[in-house]
């Protein structure tokens, strides 16, 4: 959980701040990029961008799914992983480590092959 909190407040922090500037930064450019080429060459930049962001959603659409799936896999993981650390008297006293040791090793398994996936597609 705390580390959820803390990747939210940073990426939260990084879109802020890029929120605030970015206005300015596309008037300035804007008011350059036209003074310098004129209609044609601001027609040209938000052309390209905008064919650019276009072929960049198709791009990226395949990818979100791995990340997704890594991000779950993590969680469940975790999940696990306090779930043996709270029963961890439980689990000793029933003998039955080799059961949670294979349930926690299969769902590292999958955790790595879905990081692999990722890496591979990226």
């Known amino acids: 959980m705390t580390q959820d ?18 206005p300015f930064q596309i008037g300035y450019y804007t008011y350059k990029t ?35 799936k890594v991000e ?14 709270v029963s961890a008297e439980s689990i000793a006293f029933h003998v039955s480590g080799t059961v949670e040791s294979c349930k926690t090793n299969r769902m590292l398994d999958v955790l790595v092959r879905a990081q692999q996936r990722l890496f591979n597609r990226q």
């Open 5 to 22: 909190v803390d990747k939210l407040c940073l990426t939260l922090a990084a879109i802020t701040t890029k929120v605030i500037i970015a």
């Open 34 to 68: 036209y003074f310098v080429t004129g209609w044609l060459g601001l027609g040209a930049i938000y052309g390209m961008f905008t064919v650019g962001s276009i072929v960049n959603k198709y791009i990226m659409s395949p990818i979100v799914k791995f990340v997704m």
């Open 72 to 85: 779950k896999c993590e969680g469940d993981f975790r999940f696990k992983h306090l779930q043996v650390r």
